[in-house]
C-alpha cells in the first residue's frame, strides 16, 4: 500500500486533477511566468541592440577609432620564403634551380608596381613632402588618391633589365619594405626615413661578439640613398587608400663573399622613430642569413 501512495504523490507533482496544476502551477500561472520571460529577454536583445547601434555609430569605416601598436613599424624584405618560418637566402650561382625561385617572387610582388599600372591608378605627387588629404568637417575626403611608386625606381633591382636581380650573378637585390600604419608621419624637417644594411653583430661565446664586416662588401640601394620618400606619407588604410603602394627599398650586393655564411642587418632611419625598445628589440629592423655558393 505505502508503494501505491507514493506513486499516487508522484503523479500529482506532475499533473493534480483536483488543483488542475502541472508541475505545481496552474494554466494561468505558466501563462504569465512565460509572459514574463518572453518580455525580459526582448527587453536584453533590445538593450543589446540598441547598445551596439549607438557604438556602431562611432566608428569610422575608413579608420580605426583606436589604434594600439608599437612605436616603431617593422622591416620586411623580399623575396622571403613560404610560410616565412626563416628569412635566409641560400643558393649556388652555377645551379639555376636553386636561385630562380627569388626572381620568381620578386616579379610576383612587383608586378603592381609596373609604371603603366602605377600611371592609371595612382597620382604624381610632389617629392620631398607629405602627401596630406584631411577630412573637411564632417566632409570625409574618400576615396584618398595615393601617390606613384613606379618600378623603374628600383633601377637595377627593378628586374625590368636584368631578369635575375642578379642572382645569376652573384649579386642579388633584395627588396625592403616599412610595414604600414595609418597616420604615420615618418621624419620631421622635411628629412625622410631611409634605410641602411650592414653586418649583424652575433654572439660567438660567452663574452665575444663577432660580425661579418669583412664579407659583406659594397652595396647599392634604390632609390639613392635607399630613402622612403615623405610623399607616399602619411597612410589613411586600406579602406580610404584602396590603391595606396608602399614606398620601397632595394639593396643590391655587389662583391659579397661567397661559400660563406653573411648574417645581416638592415634598419630604418629617421628623426622621429625610435630603433628597438623593451618590448621588442627588433622594431624597426630586419636581419637575414645570406649565403651565395659558388662552384669555381
Known sequence: M??????????????????????????????????????????LAGLF??????????????????????????????????????NDIIYTIQKT?????????????????NDSIQAQKNHECTPEQYFLQEDSGEVKNNP??????????????????????GYQEGKPCIIIKLNRVIGMLPGKDGQPPS??????????????????????????????????????????????QVNYSQPLVAVKFLNITVNQDVNIECKINSNNIPIGNERDKFAGRVSFRLRINSDK
Open 2 to 43: 505505502a508503494k501505491d501512495g507514493e506513486k499516487s504523490e508522484w503523479k500529482e507533482c506532475v499533473w493534480n486533477p483536483r488543483t488542475r496544476e502541472f508541475l505545481g502551477r496552474t494554466a494561468s500561472s505558466w501563462g504569465l511566468i512565460i509572459l514574463f520571460y518572453i518580455v525580459f529577454y526582448l527587453f
Open 49 to 86: 541592440a540598441l547598445t551596439m547601434y549607438i557604438m556602431l555609430q562611432t566608428l569610422d569605416d575608413h579608420k580605426p577609432t583606436w589604434q594600439d601598436r608599437l612605436s616603431t613599424p617593422g622591416l620586411v624584405i623580399r623575396p622571403h620564403h613560404e610560410p616565412q618560418e626563416t
Open 97 to 113: 634551380e636553386s636561385w630562380d625561385k627569388f626572381p620568381q617572387k620578386l616579379d610576383e610582388f612587383l608586378s603592381s608596381y
Open 144 to 165: 584618398k588618391r595615393s601617390c606613384q611608386f613606379n618600378r623603374t625606381i628600383l633601377e637595377e633591382c627593378s628586374g625590368l633589365q636584368d631578369r635575375s636581380y
Open 195 to 240: 634605410v641602411t644594411c650592414g653586418a649583424k653583430k652575433y654572439k660567438v661565446g660567452k663574452d665575444e661578439w663577432r660580425d661579418d664586416s669583412d664579407k659583406i662588401g659594397e652595396m647599392l640601394y634604390f632609390p639613392s640613398n635607399g630613402t622612403f620618400d615623405l610623399m607616399y606619407y602619411p597612410y589613411y588604410g586600406k579602406k580610404a
